[in-house]
Structures are given as C-alpha cells and as structure tokens.
C-alpha cells in the first residue's frame, strides 16, 4: 500500500533563518505531487506541483522554493523565512489524470517568529 | 473557471441527527467530484468520489454524496450524525488538465453537538 511521510510536524522558526520540508511517498512510482499551504484553519492554497523528477510549478509567487530530487522525494525549502511564511503545510500525492484522488501527509505546523 | 463553492461556513447539528454539507460546482469542465475531511491539526482524509455511473456515492465513515447534475450540486450527506464526525470538510474537484490538479471548496465546519 502507498503512504506519504512529512516531517516535521511541528516547527518554529526565526525571521531570516532557512527552512526545509520533505515528503516522501512510498510504494508507487511516478505520483504527482503537491505542496498546498493552509491558513487559519480553511482552505488549501496551492504552492507547487511537480509531475517529475525536477519538474516543479509554481502557482504563487513567494518566498518559498521546491524541489524533487528524486521520484518519490518533494523539499519545500526558503533561504530566508517570512513572519507572512507562517501556517501550516500539507504535502499530497495523486496518480497522473483526471479524477485521481490526492492522499495527503500530516502537516507541517510552521512558526517563524 | 472551473471552480467548487461550499455556501455555509460551519454547520451545526444534534448527535443522532441528518446532517448535510453543501457543494455546488461551476458547469465548465468534467465534474469530476471529491470530498475529503480534516481533523485538527491533522492532513487531509479522503472519503469519496463521484466520476460517472450512480449519482448516489458511498464512502467512508457511513458519508454518502448525492451528484445532482440540474442542481449542479454534490452535497455530503449521514443519516445519523456523531460527535466524533465533528471536523472541517472540503468539496474538491479534479482541474480539466492531465496533472491531476485538485481545486477546493472554501471548507465548512461541522459541529456535532451531544
């Protein structure tokens, strides 16, 4: 069965210091796969996508970056946080077309102080 | 644009009550349909569908989703609701291009109260 890893859960950052998520997906090849940011609580904004390895798409112009080195491996990163950086992070996969559900990791709750 | 509206920021209903969360879609574009839940602090669940074929979906946790094609609607439905069903949850639908892209709904919260 596939499962999708994200780490940490929880961080706290100061203003101007570098940040790195990662996401892991295992047991399926070539998933797509997404950074969505949430606020206070409510809807998911989309950051970024990828298709393949190193094929990212920004939707937002932002502070942040992404990266998928490998297959199954997606780094949401930023050389220097924001205090508007601040909320809470979701990774997702899905598989390729249209009408594929996306399976989502737990979250990273990101403070940057 | 295709886009997902949920009309009502939060719901409330009696443990033991029907309960519906509503999700009206724009027409352009395959309706391709999800719902998904989020507990506090936690990602995202899935818990059904709608593609084609039965305009009545089952999925988990005893959730039910009615596609209505003249309403342009898709609400999440449960015969008797739980305290424990309490959470926020989002009407999705799958973006026209091949990426797999997921458009959300705004999100509404469920407050089931004993």
């Known amino acids: ?113 | 644009a295709q886009s997902v509206a949920q009309p009502e920021d939060q719901v409330n209903v009696a443990e033991g009550n029907p309960l519906t969360v509503k999700c009206t879609y724009s027409v352009s574009g395959n309706p391709y349909l999800f719902w998904y839940v989020q507990y506090p602090n936690r990602g995202l669940q899935f818990l059904l569908k709608y593609i084609t074929g039965d305009n009545l979906v089952k999925g988990s946790y005893g959730f039910e989703a009615e596609f209505n094609k003249s309403q342009t609607s898709f609400h999440l439905k449960k015969p008797s609701a739980l305290v424990s069903d309490s959470a926020l949850y989002f009407c999705v639908r799958s973006g026209s291009s091949n990426t797999g892209k997921l458009i959300f709904g705004q999100g509404t919260t469920l407050q089931v109260k004993p």
């Open chain 1, 1 to 113: 069965s596939q499962t999708i890893h994200q780490w940490p859960a929880t961080l706290v950052q100061p203003v101007g210091s570098p940040l790195s998520l990662e996401c892991t997906v295992e047991g399926t090849s070539n998933p797509n796969l997404y950074w969505y940011r949430q606020a206070a609580g409510r809807g998911l904004q989309l950051l970024f996508y990828s298709v393949g390895i190193g094929q990212i798409s920004s939707e937002v112009p932002q502070n942040l970056s992404a990266s998928r080195p490998q297959d199954r491996q997606f780094i949401l990163s930023s050389k220097k946080l924001l205090l508007s950086d601040s909320g809470f992070y979701l990774c997702a996969w899905n598989r390729m077309g249209v009408g594929t559900e996306a399976f989502f990791g737990q979250g990273t709750r990101l403070t940057v102080v």
